[in-house]
């Protein structure tokens, strides 16, 4: 599976948010960082089909360009926005088969996907309770638990350990790490050491460029200085964005 970007642009009037982002991805996990505002959302909504790119932007999976967002492409993606905007009135269990639902899965597999997903994110004891009753992290699990429903082939993850305990937020990177076998993941993060532990590329960027990406052992591997903390990394590259202004 390749996923191709070719000059993905995309302006909100006069904001450039995107800009010519250009990246193939393979199967694996990569990780976008970057300041608020940097471009990471606006980048997994339009792959998502949620945000429309400029009409010069060019998408193409496995080779076949992707013009507009057809029922066959969204059947391939699983999505986790990054905003929470679950429905607060239905139990956990009866979301994750809405959302199923919505995308075609067929009952007796929604049921044992939903069982699956919810026991791995540990939510399975309170399957039948109203989300509105769940604290901020579980909602944030439910949300996760979603985009892996009908396993998809290319799952886009907007922050997805955003305001996890640290058991828990290790518990979903495993999710994430065991699911990524053959896929394509893309995650948004601003915590460092989610990349480093289960991402195989990085992408940082800023203002809606790319200012450095590879494999993290490649980029924090340096000659002079020894091996550096991703986070080092971070701090050097956007201090030295920062001295520009
Ligand atoms: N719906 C919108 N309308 C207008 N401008 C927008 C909209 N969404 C995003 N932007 C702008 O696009 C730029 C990129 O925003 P985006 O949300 O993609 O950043 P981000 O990297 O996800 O930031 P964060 O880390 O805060 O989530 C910002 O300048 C933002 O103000
Ligand atoms: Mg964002």
């Known amino acids: 599976m390749t996923l191709k970007l070719q000059n993905i642009n995309k302006h909100y009037k006069t904001n450039h948010a995107l800009k010519n982002f250009t990246y193939s991805f393979n199967n694996g996990i990569y990780g976008l960082l970057g300041p608020n505002g940097a471009g ?61 639902a919505l995308k075609g899965i067929k009952s007796k597999q929604a049921e044992e996907e939903t069982k699956e997903l919810l026991t791995r994110v540990e939510l399975i004891e309170t399957a039948d309770k109203n989300i509105g009753s769940f604290s901020g992290g579980m909602k944030q699990r439910v949300l996760v638990a ?21 058991r828990q937020r290790v518990i979903i990177r ?11 993941v893309l995650i948004s993060t601003h915590i460092t050491s989610d990349i480093e532990t289960i991402a195989d590329e990085v992408i940082m960027m800023n203002k809606g460029d790319i200012v450095c990406s590879g494999k993290v052992s490649e980029l924090c591997g340096d000659s002079t200085n020894g091996i550096i903390t991703l986070e080092q990394l971070y701090m050097q590259i956007y201090n030295e964005k920062d001295e520009e202004k």
Not at 59 to 78: A, M, Q, T, V
Not at 153 to 158: A, N, V
Not at 174 to 184: E, F, P
């Open 174 to 184: 495993d999710l994430i790490k065991h699911y990524a076998k053959d896929r394509i």
């Open 40 to 100: 990471k959302s606006t980048l997994i909504n339009i792959l998502a089909g949620n945000v429309i790119a400029d009409d010069d932007s060019s998408i193409l999976y496995d080779n076949h360009p992707i013009k507009r967002h057809n029922k066959e492409f969204r059947s391939k993606i699983g999505f986790m926005p990054q905003q929470q905007s679950l429905y607060d009135n239905f139990t956990a269990r009866h979301f994750m088969l809405y959302i199923a």
């Open 146 to 166: 979603q985009a892996m429903l009908g396993q998809p082939e290319i799952l886009l993850l907007d922050e997805p350990t955003a305001g996890l305990d640290p």
